[in-house]
């Protein structure tokens, strides 16, 4: 079995989605109910602050998730197809890859969207946070995949940003940057196996590993 694993935010779908701004909301909570976080030399991220949370003050963590889900709501409100998107997945399907998609958005706001934007009949699973231990660039959401699929003879993990392809080499599966910011993989020294102009090329690509 053959396997292509696709993130959702910029990748399958284009939402105005900020990471940042979330981690600022995020942290302002945490901050009015505990105090200054620590200083760090880097900004805090959204996984580290929910990590921060679960260890340090669980009970802010339904909090912390409630501005997580207002940020995502506002976005996938919003969404559409990211261009080649549809082209991609049915042609890794033709392709004889099953198809997968790796998020760290929830569930519920997750599957209405790739519903409404006709992604969900071309995904034979989709893994959210709602299954995952822990967020990307955690690689726990490969286990969640290899649970349901067995260990693939082939795989790639397609992703827009270095979380993508931290996680995906975390797992050990090669990963195909789709507009990742080149200074972003040098940091967190990522080796992409391609990088895609236009996600629609994808097929082509694979057909020559499959």
């Known amino acids: 079995m053959a396997l292509c694993v696709f993130d959702l935010d910029h990748t399958l779908i284009r939402t105005p989605l900020d990471l940042a701004a979330m981690a600022v909301d995020m942290r302002a909570l945490i901050e009015r109910a ?3 976080l620590p200083p760090r030399p880097e ?3 959204v996984g580290e602050l929910v990590q921060w949370t679960k260890a340090g003050a669980p009970e802010l963590e339904g909090a912390v998730w409630e501005v997580a889900l207002a940020h995502e ?3 996938m409100d919003a ?6 998107a549809l082209d991609a997945l049915a042609g890794a399907r033709r392709a004889g890859f099953r198809t997968a998609l790796w998020t760290n958005n929830a569930r519920a706001l997750t599957l209405p969207a790739l519903e ?3 992604l969900a009949a071309l995904l ?3 893994v959210t946070r709602d299954d995952m231990r822990a967020l990307k ?4 959401g490969w286990r969640v995949i290899v649970e349901h699929f067995g260990v693939p003879h082939d795989a790639v993990v397609v992703g827009d940003s ?3 392809g931290v996680a995906a080499t975390a797992a050990g599966v090669p990963f195909v940057a789709y507009r990742a910011k080149e200074p972003d993989l040098e940091r967190w020294k990522i080796t992409p196996v391609a990088r895609l102009s236009d996600l629609a090329a994808l097929p082509d690509w694979l057909r020559g590993r499959a």
């Not at 969404?79 to 080649?84: F, N, R, S």
């Not at 660039?137 to 726990?140: E, G, K, L, N, Y």
């Open 34 to 36: 505990r105090g200054p």
């Open 73 to 75: 709501g506002r976005a």
């Open 162 to 164: 270095w979380v993508d």
């Open 124 to 126: 034979d699973l989709v």
């Open 116 to 118: 409404r934007l006709g």
């Open 137 to 140: 660039p955690d690689p726990d």
């Open 79 to 84: 969404a559409t197809v990211e261009p080649g």
């Open 43 to 45: 900004r805090w991220r």
